[in-house]
T-cell receptor, first 110, second 108 residues
Framework: DVKVTQSSRYLVKRTGEKVFLECVQD?????MFWYRQDPGLGLRLIYF???????EKGDIPEGYSVSREKKERFSLILESASTNQTSMYLC?????????FGDGTRLSIL | KNEVEQSPQNLTAQEGEFITINCSYS?????LHWLQQHPGGGIVSLFM???GKKKHGRLIATINIQEKHSSLHITASHPRDSAVYIC??????????FGTGTSLTVIP
């Protein structure tokens, strides 16, 4: 079974802090994704990566950056957290078939 | 503009009822996915379809490529089926698009 692990289930940070969300998958998947999910808006793609050191902007990349130094790890970075980045963040990976999702990180920015 | 539209947004059913959730999309696709999200956040992939029909237990997913439409059916619904069901498509341009989800509550 594919396992996608996100480093934290719940996280509380302050405005202006630099925030790191980590995601690790154990199935050698090339494609990894970061989404945020907000009520009434569904899942929105922030960034995705199709290989090590490769990244592509999704629908809402502003205020975020990503890092993919190793195939199994895809990090989402909030350079200077703002209250409108309070959300549920979901990581997913795929080889090209179904996406496998982590359990999500509920991030609150105070 | 939403590339993927789901209906209904919210659905309440009595235990045992047959349930249908609909998904329409506007882009050319290579695959369509049905996802299930339980309270607490975890998302599970239920089906991946590119044509026809798939069945897994009490869940059935169908797709009509010509009409750009898919349905997810749940037979003999149970309270443990209560979740948000999300339709997602992978376009021929390799983009992923998601519906906003259908929140299902099954009452005992």
């Amino acid at each position: 079974d594919v396992k996608v692990t996100q480093s934290s289930r719940y996280l509380v940070k302050r405005t202006g802090e630099k925030v790191f969300l980590e995601c690790v998958q154990d199935m050698d998947h090339e494609n990894m994704f970061w989404y945020r999910q907000d009520p009434g808006l569904g899942l929105r793609l922030i960034y995705f990566s199709y290989d090590v050191k490769m990244k592509e902007k999704g629908d809402i990349p502003e205020g975020y950056s990503v890092s993919r130094e190793k195939k199994e790890r895809f990090s989402l970075i909030l350079e200077s957290a703002s209250t409108n980045q309070t959300s549920m963040y979901l990581c997913a990976s795929t080889l090209g078939g179904p996406q496998h999702f982590g359990d999500g990180t509920r991030l609150s920015i105070l | 503009k939403n590339e993927v539209e789901q209906s209904p947004q919210n659905l309440t059913a009595q235990e045992g009822e047959f349930i249908t959730i609909n998904c329409s999309y506007s882009v050319g696709i290579s695959a369509l996915h049905w996802l299930q999200q339980h309270p607490g956040g975890g998302i599970v992939s239920l089906f991946m379809l590119s044509s026809g029909k798939k069945k897994h237990g009490r869940l059935i997913a169908t797709i009509n490529i010509q009409e750009k439409h898919s349905s997810l059916h749940i037979t003999a619904s149970h309270p443990r089926d209560s979740a948000v069901y999300i339709c997602a498509v992978r376009s021929t341009g390799n983009q992923f698009y998601f519906g906003t989800g259908t929140s299902l509550t099954v009452i005992p």
